[in-house]
């Protein structure tokens, strides 16, 4: 696999950067498509409300009233109290309504009408529990000051111990007790942060499913985000608890008056301490924190692609899947301009999606490749159908044939001998097909074969002389591709390029025939189905060789041809042997079952009721 790493790894997406590039859409890590900032003059109209009903107006009418008036402190937080959940009330309705009567549109993946999300629950527990305070601190004659100054620490105390909770379910990988927002029952409890995040942004923000969807992809595809969450989980839970904690005792050591300030004023105190230590932290991140290709726009990551050597742009494409499918392109239009070396180095990998990105950049199917000094399987130019053949890539063949490979094409590189230790190997120049048959591929020549558009064409040249398909598969004693060949229509009477010997009689005449039978395990079978192949598509046993010797008038009183028949009459093979025996048999035979089969070449005796039993 060392091919394919140096050229691009299969892809996980087939996106392609051409022309004006909308970089939102590319898939690297899932985009959230959500600008807080297109909802910033909503957010801070229900910021300021918010903190306006929880802590401006509860200390401006409580130290107005109680300093300025004569009124009892029961009427003073009668009238304090009947201003809490107005904003929290609506906004909280408003949630509801959206998570109940919208379809599925703001709910959690999975969830259903009523389940509402997590964070739904979690207000609805901390406005229940708030709610019974208020009311049971404000109903005595003389009302609790102290305890109507804790609700809002009180929910910081909720909040952070439920962040905690989440933090160490999700550190130890414990299961989910139950659905959390869009994490099922059994899944990973995730930090409540990011529960946060999804619900709020979800209903609060109509992010909708969309959102949900975006949030659950890219925690699940990018470890560094999952990191930030859990780190930001912890932070807002120790701060959650140690402000609420400590807000509580400051309530109950200090007079009541300053209570009820000190509890009103947490929020605001809270959030100011948070923003500070956040934007702190962000800055010291951004000091210490080198900056990465990927906090660059990804139009600047182009353009230094483009001043990258080949070997700095490959790293550079393996570095990150950001970058990979940014940079992809480049890559591989770069190779296609120089060579295509890395389509043949695919090729020979087996990388079928990395071959049909080189083919969708514009790379030439039929560009011829000089590898050199790399042998592995020419010396000299090949060509990607030539090289997919040698490495038998059955699915990239077809993929090139698809996309209109000439398999007609010529080789003129030199086949390796340590590819093929055989006579063909010697063949030049020599054509993909003909490198099939040589190495045995048959499922490939028989594809190969299936979209040649001439099946006597000639596929190889060995010691100067020319062979055509039919020719070489027989001598190859490849019976599949014969076949397929006389199929197509091959003429199995067609005489080489001298023109004196038909294929079957060049084929048992061949002095070389014998050795190669005897290498092959089932060499016997092999020639045996290669001639009945020839016989049973009208190959003629019975045709004369011309006479090198005698020509033009003399051709007729030549005394030295020999017919195919006679050859095989002679053969060292017994099933052969046997069937030309069979064959000069009923040529003479009087008999009519005999008589009436003496043109049926390939039908043997035992399906020929009547013939004779002819001693072999």
Same mark, same amino acid.
């Not at 985009?31 to 807080?36: E, F, T």
């Not at 942060?193 to 975006?214: P, S």
């Not at 055509?468 to 599949?480: F, G, M, V």
């Not at 043997?604 to 004779?612: F, L």
């Given at each position: ?44 109209? @229900? ?22 008036? #004569? ?8 009238? @304090? ?11 909280? &309705? ?15 993946? &999975? ?13 609805? $527990? ?67 942060? *990011?529960?946060?995040?999804? !619900?709020?942004? &979800?209903?609060?923000?109509?992010? &909708? ?33 140690? !402000? ?8 109950? #050591? ?54 990258? !050597? ?68 020419? @010396? ?23 996309? =209109? ?34 190495? =045995? ?100 046993? *019975? ?16 005394? $030295? ?56």
């Amino acid at each position: 696999m060392a091919h394919i790493m140096r050229f691009g790894y299969e892809a996980q997406s087939k996106d392609t950067v051409t022309g004006p590039v909308d970089f939102a859409e590319l898939p690297g890590l899932p985009r959230l498509r959500y600008r807080i900032l297109d909802y910033k003059l909503k957010l801070s109209i @229900i910021v300021f409300l918010l903190v306006l009903e929880s802590s401006i107006l509860p200390i401006a009418l409580y130290y107005g009233l109680v300093l300025g008036t #004569t009124l009892r402190s029961g009427i003073v937080f009668a009238i @304090i109290t009947s201003f809490f959940g107005i904003v929290t009330g609506i906004e909280f &309705g408003l949630r509801c309504l959206k998570l109940v009567w919208r379809g599925d549109t703001y709910r959690p993946l &999975g969830g259903t009408r009523w389940s509402f999300d997590f964070t739904h629950w979690t207000l609805s $527990c901390g406005y229940t529990i708030m709610t019974a305070i208020l009311i049971g601190a404000s109903i005595p004659h003389e009302p609790k000051v102290r305890l109507l100054a804790i609700p809002v620490s009180l929910f910081f105390i909720q909040v952070g111990l439920q962040l905690v909770w989440s933090g160490w379910m999700n550190k130890s990988g414990r299961p989910a007790p139950c659905r959390i927002s869009s994490i099922p029952k059994g899944g990973r409890v995730p930090p409540l942060v *990011f529960t946060l995040v999804e !619900d709020v942004v &979800g209903v609060d923000g109509a992010g &909708g499913r969309e959102y949900r969807n975006a949030l659950l992809a890219r925690y699940g595809a990018s470890p560094r985000f999952r990191k930030m969450m859990a780190q930001q989980n912890w932070f807002w839970a120790v701060g959650a608890l140690v !402000d609420g904690v400590g807000t509580m005792a400051v309530i109950w #050591t200090v007079p009541e008056k300053v209570a009820y300030g000190v509890g009103c004023v947490a929020n605001v105190r809270h959030i100011a301490s948070f923003y500070v230590s956040q934007t702190t932290m962000a800055m010291a991140m951004a000091t210490v924190m080198p900056r990465d290709l990927g906090s660059l726009p990804p139009e600047m990551v182009l353009r230094i692609a483009g001043f990258l !050597d080949q070997h700095s742009l490959c790293s550079l494409v393996r570095a990150a899947r950001f970058l990979h499918v940014l940079l992809w392109e480049v890559l591989y239009k770069r190779d296609v301009r120089h060579n295509s070396a890395g389509l043949i180095r695919c090729i020979r990998a087996g990388a079928i999606t990395a071959v049909s990105k080189f083919l969708a950049v514009g790379a030439d199917i039929n560009a011829k490749v000089d590898m050199s000094p790399d042998i592995e399987d020419f @010396i000299g130019c090949t060509f990607p159908l030539a090289t997919a053949v040698v490495r038998s890539q059955k699915d990239i063949i077809r993929l090139l044939l698809d996309r =209109g490979a000439d398999v007609g094409a010529w080789i003129e590189g030199d086949l390796c001998y340590s590819v093929l230790d055989h006579t063909w190997a010697a063949a030049h120049p020599n054509t993909a097909l003909s490198v099939a048959v040589a190495l =045995g591929h048959t499922d490939v020549a028989v594809d190969l074969v299936q979209k040649m558009p001439d099946p006597d064409s000639v596929v190889s040249t060995l010691f100067k002389t020319d062979y055509s398909a039919l020719e070489q598969a027989a001598l190859c004693l490849n019976p599949e591709v014969v076949r397929q060949l006389l199929q197509r229509g091959a003429n199995p009477n067609k005489c080489g390029q001298r023109g004196n010997l038909p294929i079957l009689h060049a084929l048992l005449g061949n002095h070389n025939l014998p050795y190669w039978v005897k290498r092959m395990p089932d060499g016997e079978r092999l020639i045996t189905e290669t001639v009945m192949a020839l016989l049973q598509h009208g190959a003629d046993p *019975f045709v004369k060789h011309r006479c090198a010797a005698h020509v033009d008038d003399e051709a007729a009183d030549c005394k $030295c041809r020999l017919t195919a028949c006679a050859m095989g009459f002679t053969s060292p093979y017994p099933r052969l042997r046997r069937h030309f025996g069979d064959l000069h048999h009923r040529q003479r035979c009087g008999k009519l079952a005999c008589r009436g089969s003496r043109h049926k070449y390939g039908t043997v005796r035992e399906d020929i009721p009547g013939h004779c039993n002819v001693c072999s």
